[in-house]
């Protein structure tokens, strides 16, 4: 085996798999969406939202293909986060009198 070899370079990562890539890709978005959320979106970048939670600017594009596929899962995000939110206070709000 050589230095480059991936099993003595102490930066390889396996490649990773279905499951464990979907996991990666939600808690990316979740952390993307948090952000997104607090800061807004106008006038954003890859680079800027990779660098606000943490990730190298490489790793959005990693799981989303390009910035309109990451725009398009954050919107999706957010969506389900406020629609959850509205039925969850339905619930618990009184229905009013007609």
């Keep these: 085996m050589t230095a480059s070899s991936p099993r003595l370079d102490p930066t ?3 490649a990773e798999t279905g499951a464990a890539k979907q ?3 939600e808690e990316l978005l979740d952390r993307l ?5 607090a800061a807004g979106i106008g006038n954003t970048g890859l680079r ?5 939670v943490g990730t190298s600017d490489r790793m959005p594009i990693h799981y989303f293909t390009d910035k309109a596929s990451l ?3 954050l919107l999706g995000n957010i969506a389900a986060r406020l629609t959850a939110r509205l039925e969850a206070k339905a619930e618990t709000a ?4 007609r």
């Design 12 to 14: 390889h990562r396996p």
């Design 23 to 25: 996991d990666r890709r």
């Design 33 to 37: 969406t948090d952000h997104v959320l």
């Design 48 to 52: 800027t939202l990779a660098a606000a």
């Design 71 to 73: 725009i398009a899962a």
């Design 94 to 97: 009184p229905c009013p009198a």
